[in-house]
């Protein structure tokens, strides 16, 4: 079955600190993997993508992605968290080009000062 | 990046009356948009695949005469929400497809008197 699954509901980080927000999908082809970023009361931001090349992606806000075939997962970091970084994050992938984004529960990321 | 824009941001109704939700890609032409729902601290909902110039793609378990969706140019769709009950308070969010990635709407948030 097609799944992602985010383990963690919520993360909390020190400002400074690096961060990782981690992410698992299951094994069905190849599939286009997202992340975005969700604050309160709006919609989702795109945040980066990986569709095939270097395992490691670098997005909007300096997230990064690692994408790890071994393990189905595509976890994502940033080195040094933000008290601004605080938000729900999503990640997404898609198992058909064309197909749909199959959303996990989202975890809610707290940096604090 | 692609930008996509909703309105009304916010909504409030009385039971048994219509809204109607516009979602407009801004800058880029896009032929499938999406249509999604949101319950307070939870993930996203798949309502239906909007695409230009035919009817929509309604997920399963969502009535399609209760949530009608029109995509009748390149850079608006609209979901209508008919006759509206207070269950159908919701955050309703819309996305735009440009090649393998979606960018989405600032969401629209919905409540029924």
């Known amino acids: 079955a097609q799944s992602v699954a985010q383990p963690e509901d919520q993360v909390n980080v020190a400002e400074g600190n690096p961060l990782t927000v981690k992410c698992t999908y299951s094994?069905?082809?190849?599939?286009?993997l997202f992340w975005y970023v969700q604050y309160p009361n709006r919609g989702l931001q795109f945040l980066l993508k990986?569709?095939?090349?270097?395992?490691l992606v670098k997005g909007s806000y300096g997230f990064e992605a690692e994408f790890n075939k071994s393990q189905t997962s595509f976890h994502l970091k940033k080195p040094s968290a933000l008290v601004s970084d605080s938000a729900l994050y999503f990640c997404a992938p898609i198992y058909n080009q064309g197909g749909k984004l199959i959303f996990g529960q989202g975890t809610e990321l707290s940096v604090k000062p | 990046g692609a930008v996509v824009s909703q309105h009304p941001s916010w909504v409030i109704c009385k039971s048994g009356t219509s809204v109607k939700i516009e979602c407009r890609s801004l800058?880029?032409?896009?032929?499938?948009m999406f249509w999604y729902r949101q319950f307070p601290k939870q993930s996203l909902m798949l309502m239906a695949t909007s695409n230009e110039g035919s009817k929509a793609t309604y997920e399963q378990g969502v009535e399609k005469d209760k949530f009608l969706i029109n995509h009748a140019s390149l850079t608006l769709s609209t979901l209508t929400v008919t006759s509206a009950h207070p269950e159908d308070s919701s955050f309703y969010i819309c996305?735009?497809?440009?090649?393998?990635?979606?960018?989405f709407g600032p969401g629209t948030r919905l409540t029924v008197l």
């Open positions: 990986y569709i095939t090349g270097d395992n």
């Open positions: 094994v069905s082809g190849n599939p286009y």
């Open positions: 800058d880029f032409q896009a032929t499938t």
């Open positions: 996305s735009a497809r440009v090649q393998d990635t979606q960018y």
